[in-house]
């Protein structure tokens, strides 16, 4: 088990620093590669030619004569269609789709180049780095294979060429790229069995790193280079970690002798540390002679070493010099960054600091580079964007993160997750160490990269848990810095059992399987949590003091995974932004599938409600969240809308890093912070309306990770309706524990007197630190009113009404009221219209409703069958019920558990409804919760909204119905035929 230390951690992290000279148009020239050791760029243009899919086991070159075309590196094929279209392939290319209509070159892509090597290179290593390409690389040198690698779409590839250059030459290098037939992110477990094709060529890498529009889009997408040492000798690696305590790094150089069989004596390494500008330390190690591979390890102490953290992202650099028999063979300028992650229990700590990290998870869209960046400008805004949002983290969910991504990551202080999520599956297990050894030896070069991962939400049995301890272990024997999170969700473990295994399950505190998790805590230094209940797929669901009760079972800091998950709308304002690969063809059919439904003027009003609904339900949930002192941290899906499948608009912000209505960066960091103040109070936190008059009670929680608080640290508390405070109060915050969630003080008041619904803001601020720590949360206040006289009649189920309405009569006892008031329509009340009589029908029968979405919150990304949020109409009913045109939490009352009628379903003259229910973009329906129409010679309003006569808002609208329903002024704008509700009538039987 890991501990805490009060030290300070360390992640290498690297960006080289070498000099770069470019090639002419021609070649290389032999005046380029003066000054020995070097880097030389081969960027730039490349002979090019396309062959398509092939089953071969081997590949032959093509022809001399099939280079027809030239390619620009670094560069995606796709990017570069324009170069191809009179070579003599491009008409009988092959192209795929991932998702429509996005299209990519499918085959192999061959790049040729002729280098012009100088005979001073005939004693020196050779190393060709291929920066990134999505397929399998394969390298020719003077028509010699001299390499491949499979796993290029994780990490660069690196070919020794030392014994295939030949001096004193024009070298012809060729390189291949084939992205065909890769196992893509929704494989079954089956796959391909083997791992390999039918041609024996390993086909399964990738998986979720051809999620989204671009699919396998592939070409070389980062720089090429070779990197010439002064002699046979080179430096192949660079890691530094932390030492003992926060001024000791300890530096481990990897020193390689690529000619074979030489050997090289008398040499030494020169190394020094350099911070803020200026060296930190220096020394000389003296290196024995030795033939192939050598590793140095040496322990560097000095004042000025500095660890990183997100809040404070200290880097250094490390520069060393390998001199052999007075030659200099190679040198190497290396970024790093000195962190320890550490736990106790279920508490994190990063050097030796509780840390809370808030995370985003995704990162899987990008609506106008359409593939992975690999620009690290790209990078600082995205990573920029979500610190000022409150993350210090992201997941690049079983993807390995761009080197760009890290370099940003660390500079700006995000932590940062990646992975492969296909070696843990069956037929690909046995090739964990090939993949997942250059993953970590590139990636511990950053302290951002912390996290590794094997995907998300797969069962926990089948030999996937010895599975997970194999990568484990081999994962911290490569980088034992890291933390290693196996999976996103604990399925078969705590959730999601086998009928078979039920048998095998402890019951307390909640059923669990207690022999798997404890072999798989062996494996992990974090659990990733399925909270769907409670935090997730139904944050209204489970209480978060449940959820703190089932956490006792774990002993290692816990992740809440997949928060909220609640969409909107796509802002139509987005459409013209999309100028790249990826059309529009989303906003222009949800244009047309609005326009044909009748609803084309409605798209803004529907983006503005819905995301206002996901502005303050997203609030509630990271709020419920952030209650749970066993939580070490979060995953969000997500921080931006990710379009890898259609409508995935869960993000806090949209797909171009806008924010949505209702939010601003402010409003968003008092929830997502470092600290946060939380109000808990009855009824798990939700309902929001009150009467005038009754007491109210909250404990007011402080989660609290920045630092200390001090006794004389003063909690201030408001409570305004506008600008008017209507009251106040003060209290001594008691000593509260950093890492830690404490109750810090009871907000106990009056709700005030009113003449008519008010909606009242309770404002808390606490200023501890020199900063200031302050959250709010909006109240609906209602006066306390005599109901009216209600002259009608009504059903059995109606009937329980008369606690309110005491003149409500037995509709038996009756014989012709004037309205009738009943929980579903049946041939009476059809009668009843048709004379000329009022019904107001408080369920749903026998209209059919969409049952599939019930709830206040809105619905899922990507679930056409959800809703996301309702538009209020101007109408007298709401005169108890002021509103701003959308459902805030004064409806929650009126609307969770609502199911809203589909109005599309019925031939209806005009669409008025008063409480319209929005749909999901991938499924636009006519919806409402609340409608009205003449049918007959009478008058119909229709309400599937909750009547709970203990709510004010319920009995507000309830009030208001039936005195408008009584008045002349109910003159509805719909219009319904009898016989479509005697047709429905006799469809519900």
């Given at each position: ?13 690297a ?35 396309y ?5 071969a ?7 001399s ?5 030239r390619i ?16 003599k ?13 996005v299209?990519?070159?499918y085959?192999?892509g ?14 020196c ?20 294979k ?26 012809e ?6 992205n ?9 477990e ?17 998986g ?24 046979p ?7 530094v ?14 020193l390689?002798?690529a000619?074979s ?13 350099q ?7 220096s020394?000389?190690?003296k ?10 390890e040496?322990r560097?102490?000095a004042s ?9 992202p ?11 028999a ?8 290396q970024?790093?960054g000195?962190?320890?992650?550490t ?17 985003a ?11 992975i ?13 979500a ?8 997941n690049?969910?079983?993807r ?7 370099e ?5 202080g995000v ?15 046995s ?5 997942w ?22 069962n926990?049995?089948?030999g ?7 990568q484990?272990?081999l994962?911290?024997?490569?980088h ?5 999170m ?11 059992f ?13 059923p ?9 805590r062996l494996a ?25 009760k ?29 100028t790249g690969?990826?059309?529009?063809d ?6 047309k ?6 609803l ?5 009003v ?7 609904l ?37 993000g ?15 409003s ?12 808990d109070?009855a ?29 004389d ?36 008041l ?5 003449k008519?619904?008010?909606k009242?803001?309770?404002a808390?601020?606490?200023?501890h ?6 959250n709010?949360w ?14 009608a ?7 329980a ?39 107001l029908?408080l369920g ?7 049952s599939?979405w019930?709830?206040?919150?809105p ?23 002021p ?10 009352p ?5 199911p ?16 319209e ?8 329906r006519?919806?409402?919760?609340v ?9 119909l ?13 319920c ?28 047709s ?5 039987g």
């Open positions: 088990m890991m501990h805490r230390r009060t030290f300070l951690e360390t992640s290498a992290q960006v080289a620093g070498l000099s770069t000279t470019c090639l002419p148009a021609g070649g290389l020239l032999a005046k380029a590669a003066t000054g020995l050791p070097t880097e030389l760029s081969l960027d730039g243009e490349w002979e090019f030619t062959t398509p899919p092939s089953a086991a081997e590949m032959d070159i093509p022809a004569s099939a280079f027809d075309t620009e590196v670094p560069g995606h094929w796709d990017e570069q269609y324009d170069r191809f279209k009179n070579s392939w491009w008409a009988t290319a092959s192209s795929e789709t991932s998702i429509e209509p299209k990519f070159l085959g192999t061959w790049y040729r180049k002729t280098i012009d090597v100088p005979a001073a290179w005939k004693e290593a050779v190393l060709l780095t291929v920066g990134w390409a999505v397929g399998t690389i394969h390298v020719w040198l003077n028509g010699k001299a390499g491949s690698y499979d796993y290029s779409v994780y990490t660069p590839y690196e070919l020794d060429l030392t014994d295939h250059v030949i001096a004193g030459q024009p070298n290098l060729i390189i291949a790229v084939d065909t037939g890769n196992v893509g992110f929704d494989s079954a089956g796959g391909y069995g083997s791992g390999r094709d039918q041609s024996g060529r390993k086909r399964f890498a990738g979720w790193a051809y999620i989204g529009p671009a699919g396998q889009a592939s070409g070389i997408a980062r720089s090429v280079s070779l990197k010439i040492s002064g002699g000798g080179r430096i192949s690696d660079i890691y970690r932390p030492g003992v305590d926060a001024n000791e790094a300890v530096c481990q150089v990897e390689q002798v000619k069989g030489r050997k090289l004596g008398n040499s030494k390494l020169l190394w020094e540390i911070g803020d500008g200026k060296v930190l330390t020394g000389t190690l290196v024995p002679d030795f033939a192939g591979q050598h590793r140095l040496w560097a102490r000025g070493l500095k660890p990183w953290s997100p809040s404070e200290n880097l250094h650099w490390i520069q060393v010099r390998w001199i052999a007075g030659v200099t063979q190679d040198s190497h300028r970024r790093f000195l962190r320890r992650w736990f106790e229990g279920r508490k994190l700590y990063l050097n030796g600091k509780p840390v809370y990290l808030r995370g998870f995704g990162v899987f869209y990008y609506p106008i580079e359409c593939t960046p690999v620009s690290k400008q790209y990078w600082l805004r995205v990573l920029s964007r610190k000022q949002i409150g993350m210090n983290f992201v690049f969910a079983a390995v993160c761009p080197i760009e991504m890290m940003a990551a660390d500079e700006l932590v940062l997750q990646c992975g492969d999520h296909m070696t843990i599956l069956r037929p690909y297990r090739y964990y160490q090939e993949v050894t250059p993953i970590v030896r590139w990636t511990r070069r950053y302290p951002s990269m912390s996290i590794y991962g094997f995907g998300g939400e797969r926990y049995d089948n996937i848990i010895e599975q997970y301890q194999k484990h272990d994962i911290r024997s490569l034992p810095e890291a933390l290693v196996p999976q996103q969700a604990i399925r078969g473990i705590d959730y999601a086998d009928p078979k295994d039920k048998q095998s399950l402890t019951l307390e505190p909640f669990h399987h207690a022999e798997r998790l404890a072999r798989y992990c230094e974090l659990y990733g949590h399925y909270s769907g209940p409670a935090f997730g797929y139904n944050y209204f669901g489970t209480p978060w003091r449940t959820m703190e089932r956490f006792a079972i774990y002993d290692r800091p816990l992740f809440a995974h997949e928060l909220f998950m609640g969409m909107t709308y796509l802002n139509p304002d987005n459409r013209d932004k999309y690969r990826i059309p529009p989303m906003y222009d059919k949800l244009g599938d609005l326009a044909q439904a009748g084309g003027d409605r798209w803004r529907y983006f503005h409600n819905s995301s206002r996901a502005s303050i339900c997203r609030k509630y949930c990271i709020e419920k969240v952030r209650k749970c002192d066993g939580l070490a941290g979060f995953e969000f899906l997500g921080m931006t809308d990710q379009h890898f499948m259609p409508h995935y608009t869960t806090i912000l949209d797909e171009f890093l806008g924010l949505k209505p209702g939010d601003t960066l402010e968003i960091r008092r929830y997502n912070s470092d600290d946060v103040l939380l109000l109070f009824g798990d936190s939700i309902n929001r309306s009150f009467w005038a008059g009754d007491g109210f009670e909250a404990e007011v929680l402080l989660a609290l990770y920045s630092g200390g608080v001090s006794q640290t003063c909690l201030q508390w408001n409570l305004k309706a506008g600008e008017v405070v209507l009251q106040k109060g003060e209290a001594r915050v008691p000593k509260a524990l950093v890492g830690s969630v404490t109750k810090i003080h009871t907000v106990r009056e709700w005030p007197e009113v008519a619904t008010t009242l803001n309770l808390l601020r606490l200023t630190a020199g900063r200031e720590v302050s709010d909006d109240f609906w206040v209602f006066p306390k009113v005599e109901p009216p006289t209600v002259e009649a009504a059903d059995t189920t109606c009937l009404l008369r606690s309110r309405y005491p003149s409500l009569a037995p509709l038996d006892a009756v014989p012709n009221p004037k309205l009738r008031i009943v929980s579903k329509l049946a041939q009476d009340e059809l009668r009843h219209l048709e004379d000329g009589g009022d019904v029908l749903t029968t026998p209209f059919q409703v969409n599939a019930k709830s206040f919150r619905g899922l990304g990507g679930r056409s069958q959800h809703d996301v949020g309702s538009v209020i109409r101007k109408h007298e009913i709401f005169a108890s019920l509103h701003d045109g959308w459902g805030d939490w004064q409806f929650y009126l609307l969770e558990g609502a809203p009628i589909l109005l599309d379903r019925i031939p209806l003259v005009g669409f008025a409804p008063i409480i229910i929005i749909s999901s973009a991938a499924d636009v006519k919806q409402a919760a409608f009205e129409a003449r049918v007959g010679h009478g008058r309003l229709v309400s599937t909204c909750r009547v709970n006569l203990q709510n004010p808002s009995v507000a609208l309830l009030d208001a119905v039936l005195g408008y329903m009584r008045s002349d002024r109910f003159q509805p704008r719909q219009t319904v035929g009898l016989d479509v509700l005697r429905l009538l006799q469809k519900r």
